[in-house]
């Protein structure tokens, strides 16, 4: 078994512990799996994630590091032998049996290895049942033989209802507890302590039972299954001929078999949720997804329906939208489409590189072209030949390389760096920006011929907040996807989360959604995730106005859109929106321009 031995340098004091979960918590706040008492540690500091046999050490906040072979590191693979520092602690990645000191001086005695050895098969044998209703059968049948019972059933919790899981000797028509309340299993489900009734007929508060006079039991226990702090269900085993039957030997016996049961069972019910949930959600997305973007919403319907037009052809396409809205997936889908899908997908951000690289970047050089070209080097343009292009924040380009494209996008040639000889190129292009082209054509920043070549046809993006459910239907694939890849065990929102995901204004968009649903998903430890969980305030979330003030917004955006588009013609304007000249008048006044 893989364990961490941490070490207190001050102290000396050493401690292993076992690595018994896939992802494992460092910091010196109480409740992390590793606790390092050291105030220049984070409260959560770094995790350890396992899959297989390999482990990977990262912190959690990008501003915090570890000490890995004398240097400052934020993540690295983490082998055996490996020792990483954490402030004053030193903790290493061990493998073998974890040393733990012996609670007793001697051996147990002969009855308790007996009882030990049961609980192991017991424990093996509802573990490897295949199906859910399967293990609920297991489990109760194995309690049934330990105990000598006659009857008995089990009830698990679902959304707050109460579900016949499995009987033994009981018909469902008999007895139906999963609605219908019964005194001994409702104190049970209150208290979360076991019940031993020794002679249920006679018992001045359960006789009247419903479980008790429809099954007539004479000796009944009833044990709570519990996970950590979640309330699973009830074990109910009964006997209609013999008081007295269970002492509290058996009672302990059975809380301590309940208890191992309780988390296999917590197990299985997670993975069976999980693998429902994870088919319900295909079943959704593929009903609602273009390729690997989701959406079902009114406005992604369109950009669903642009793509599948606009994908199969040559057109030179601009993606409009804000930033992290998903520009490079439409881009990525729109080469899925094409012809060209087999070819080269070629991006790069035309802001991120600076201006005097960006020319050799797109269009490579020739040898000698400059100092320190050593060599030929093939540029974006002719590494994408045959396939396409991405050319992300292409309103961030600068005019003289504008001039260049245009060039290129005309005569399908490009010229390298320094080279007198012309590359014929065979090419689509593909382009995003989170500007106002037409604003920028205004202003003199960007060439209106060059708006036309990269616009035959235009993609323009919603913003995340404009699209209704499919915050919801994103968020949640999200989850999915974050708790599968770090076994957390988040697997769904709270009704509070579910309205903060629809109020909230999402500046970032769906790359905001994203960091903020991840980092969630690792850091609790709660099945549903809460609003304080996403880091966002109810403060920030966008206020809802009333119907009147929205539509008002919206008339000022489009006379102004209207206004743009007829050169601001007042009377033109009036006349193509069939209002009174007046009222255009009116709303120049309300944005101040004239």
Known sequence: MAFLRVKDTRSSEVKDVALRKPLVLIGRAEGNDVVLDDAVLAPTH????????????????????????????????????????????????????????????????LGEVAQLKKLVEFSRAIAAEPSLERTFGALLSSVVEVTGAEKGF?????????????????????????RISDSIVDRVLREKKSVIVSDAMRDVEFASARSVMELKLSSVMCVPLGYRNELLGVLYLGNDSVRNLFAQGD?????????????????????????????????????????????????????FRV???????????????????????????????SPRAAKAFVSINCGAIPEHLLESELFGYKKG????????????????????????EIGEMPMALQVKLLRVLQERTIDRVGDVRSRPLDIRVISATNKHLDEEIKSGNFREDLFYRLNEVS???????????DILLIAQYLLTKYAEQYGARARGFSAGALNLLKSYAWPGNVRELENRIKKAVIMTDKQQLV????????GSAEAI???????????????????????????????????????????????GEG
């Open 154 to 178: 089990l009830i698990v919790l679902r959304d707050g209802e109460r579900h016949l899981a499995a009987s033994h000797n009981v018909g469902k028509e008999t007895l139906d507890l999963s």
């Open 46 to 109: 770094a995790n350890l994630l396992r899959k297989g046999n390999h482990f990977t050490l990262s912190v959690i906040d990008r501003a915090s590091t570890f000490l890995f072979q004398g240097m400052r590191a934020r993540s690295t693979d983490l082998r055996v032998g490996e020792e990483v520092g954490f402030g004053r602690f030193s903790v290493m990645l061990m493998e073998g049996e974890v040393k733990t000191e012996s609670r007793s001086g001697g051996n147990a005695p």
């Open 251 to 303: 009672l302990a016996l059975l809380e301590v078999f309940a208890s191992q049961a309780a988390v296999i069972l917590h197990a299985a019910i997670r993975l069976d949720e999980l693998v429902l949930a994870n088919k319900n959600l295909r079943d959704q997305l593929r009903n609602t997804s273009q390729g690997g973007i989701i959406g079902a919403s009114a406005p992604m319907k369109e950009v």
């Open 369 to 392: 072209a400059f100092t320190g070209a050593i060599a030929d080097k093939v540029g974006r343009f002719e590494a994408a030949d045959g396939g396409t292009i991405f050319l992300d």
């Open 459 to 469: 993609v323009p993006l919603p913003a995340l907040r404009e699209r209704g459910d």
């Open 307 to 337: 793509l599948k037009r606009v994908g199969p052809s040559d057109l030179s396409v601009l993606v409009l939208g804000e930033t992290g809205t998903g520009k490079e997936l439409i881009a990525k889908e729109l080469h899925r489409l």
């Open 531 to 538: 609003p304080e969980d996403l880091g966002v305030s109810v």
């Open 545 to 591: 106005r009333t119907l009147a003030e929205a539509e008002e917004d919206f008339k000022m955006v489009y006379i102004k859109k209207a206004l743009d588009q007829n050169g601001w013609n007042k009377a033109q304007t009036a006349r193509i929106l069939d209002v009174d000249p007046r009222t255009i008048f009116r709303y120049i006044e309300k944005f």
